[in-house]
């Protein structure tokens, strides 16, 4: 009798720890980070000139980056890795460790940390594979590593939700830098073949946008049916915060077809979003 006690009592704590965790993940997937600045980064010199290397990560994305997948979405061949560039990368990302973005104008300040937040997840990556998908790094109550303290800058301690909501996001108030940073997904915007530069950002943001707007990942519509990209309801506020403002967005980057469907349409928007690994 004891046994069959203890056996059930374990089966509804397991059930109940399942359904726990079930709402734990409904609620964070849902609750995406609000944009609000980290006072500390706000500062630049825009008298300054001078540039920041990106040429380590440019080399470890010519050599692991498949950009030209049928699919249409970028892989990272995180299998083949070699230690030495794994080592590579990690010195890429200690040398921005060590520059103070401050110093830097602000458009050098940009390109810093879109490369820094996407260089430090696919290094995550790295530190857990093989794994399935990258939310499968948070602990249990965390759904993905977006608040793990992953670097300090200039005694600074920071996240990734740190790098894209608390400096990205409300220093730039730029919505197409969702469509710069890599959360290591098939259904997020492409990780860029090309390591942002002060010169490029803005003609890379242009085009990462235009391949995601024109990919079925990023809109799909069907009669009078359209399903988006889960970015579009997470960070609603940042393309004017209504289905109409977001239809206005999407135009900006639709090619003709989409263009047409875009501009007829009046139906009902779902939305839906692939975590599963960028992995060939």
């Given at each position: 009798?004891?046994n069959?006690?203890?056996?059930?009592?374990?089966?509804?704590?397991?059930?109940?720890?399942?359904?726990?965790?079930?709402?734990?993940?409904?609620?964070?997937?849902?609750?995406?980070?609000?944009?609000?600045?980290?006072?500390?980064?706000?500062?630049?010199?825009?008298?300054?000139?001078?540039t920041?290397?990106?040429?380590?990560?440019?080399?470890?994305?010519?050599?692991?980056?498949?950009s030209?997948?049928?699919?249409?979405?970028?892989?990272?061949?995180?299998?083949?890795?070699?230690?030495?560039?794994?080592?590579?990368?990690?010195?890429?990302?200690?040398d921005?460790?060590?520059?103070?973005?401050?110093?830097?104008n602000?458009?050098?300040?940009?390109?810093?940390?879109?490369?820094?937040?996407?260089?430090?997840t696919?290094?995550l990556?790295?530190?857990?594979?093989?794994?399935?998908?990258?939310?499968?790094?948070?602990?249990?109550?965390?759904?993905?590593?977006?608040?793990?303290?992953?670097?300090?800058?200039?005694?600074?301690?920071?996240?990734?939700?740190?790098?894209?909501?608390?400096?990205?996001?409300?220093?730039?108030?730029?919505?197409?830098?969702?469509?710069?940073?890599?959360?290591?997904?098939?259904?997020?915007?492409?990780?860029?073949?090309?390591?942002?530069?002060?010169?490029?950002?803005?003609a890379?943001?242009?085009?990462?946008?235009k391949?995601?707007?024109?990919?079925?990942?990023?809109?799909?519509?069907?009669?009078?049916?359209?399903?988006?990209?889960?970015?579009?309801?997470?960070?609603?506020?940042d393309?004017?915060?209504?289905?109409?403002?977001?239809?206005?967005?999407?135009?900006?980057?639709?090619?003709?077809?989409?263009?047409e469907?875009?501009?007829?349409?009046?139906?009902?928007?779902?939305?839906?979003?692939?975590?599963s690994?960028?992995?060939?």
């Amino acid at each position: 009798m004891l046994n069959w006690q203890k056996n059930n009592l374990t089966v509804v704590f397991s059930a109940l720890l399942l359904v726990l965790s079930s709402l734990i993940l409904s609620v964070n997937v849902h609750a995406a980070p609000t944009s609000e600045l980290i006072d500390f980064w706000d500062e630049s010199d825009e008298e300054n000139t001078n540039t920041i290397d990106h040429s380590k990560w440019q080399t470890v994305l010519d050599t692991y980056l498949v950009s030209n997948h049928p699919s249409g979405i970028n892989r990272f061949n995180y299998k083949a890795v070699s230690k030495a560039d794994k080592s590579a990368l990690e010195s890429y990302i200690s040398d921005l460790k060590n520059t103070d973005p401050r110093e830097y104008n602000l458009a050098e300040q940009k390109a810093y940390w879109i490369n820094l937040y996407n260089a430090l997840t696919v290094n995550l990556i790295l530190d857990n594979y093989p794994v399935k998908s990258i939310t499968k790094l948070g602990g249990f109550f965390s759904f993905g590593p977006w608040d793990k303290e992953i670097i300090t800058i200039e005694g600074e301690t920071l996240t990734l939700n740190n790098i894209e909501h608390g400096i990205l996001r409300p220093i730039w108030k730029d919505n197409r830098i969702h469509y710069a940073v890599n959360c290591a997904s098939m259904g997020c915007p492409n990780l860029s073949a090309t390591a942002f530069t002060a010169e490029n950002t803005e003609a890379l943001l242009d085009q990462s946008a235009k391949d995601y707007v024109n990919h079925t990942r990023g809109v799909k519509i069907e009669g009078d049916k359209m399903q988006v990209s889960s970015i579009y309801e997470w960070y609603k506020v940042d393309f004017g915060g209504t289905d109409a403002s977001l239809i206005e967005h999407l135009k900006l980057y639709a090619e003709p077809q989409l263009q047409e469907k875009l501009n007829s349409f009046s139906g009902k928007i779902t939305d839906s979003y692939d975590w599963s690994l960028n992995q060939p």
